[in-house]
């Protein structure tokens, strides 16, 4: 569980670091929605490392689709517990779309984020964003 904590910990910095230097906010600390009793129709898991194709997937459900979506970029706040956010967000979806792809394989965070949906009985969607993707 540790390495698991460290590992999250470490993509969060990295993330934080990459935005600051593309001149942007962290996001986790600023919030675009409330947590609190969220109810989406898309939990949608990712790896950071696919997020512009993912953020344009989500865009299109919302947009198009008419769903709305729990990403975490957009409902994360900063003092928030990242594992408690992500599994409420999961437990108060409907649908859980995986975007996998190599980097989404190799995550211990995101196969969590799967398992938990699965043990939730939620509908898994698998949605490849990358051709280059083994289990």
């Known amino acids: 569980k540790k390495k698991e904590e460290e590992g999250v910990e470490g993509e969060v910095e990295k993330r934080e670091e990459k935005e600051k230097e593309e001149g942007k906010g962290s996001a986790l600390s600023v919030s675009l929605r409330s947590t609190v009793d969220l109810n989406c129709d898309v939990f949608v898991s990712y790896c950071w490392a696919d997020k512009r194709i ?17 990403m975490d ?3 994360l706040t900063g003092g928030c517990s990242l594992f408690e956010e992500i599994d409420r967000g999961i437990t108060n ?11 989404y394989s190799n995550s211990i965070n995101c196969r969590r984020e799967i ?10 969607i698998p949605v490849l ?7």
């Open 115 to 124: 398992q938990l949906a699965m043990d939730r009985k939620k509908l898994v």
């Open 73 to 75: 970029d957009l409902v």
């Open 54 to 70: 993912v953020t344009t997937l989500r865009e299109t459900l919302e947009t198009k689709g008419g769903l709305s979506c729990w």
């Open 129 to 135: 964003v990358s051709r280059s993707v083994s289990f």
């Open 93 to 103: 979806s409907k649908i859980f779309i995986a975007c996998l792809s190599a980097s």
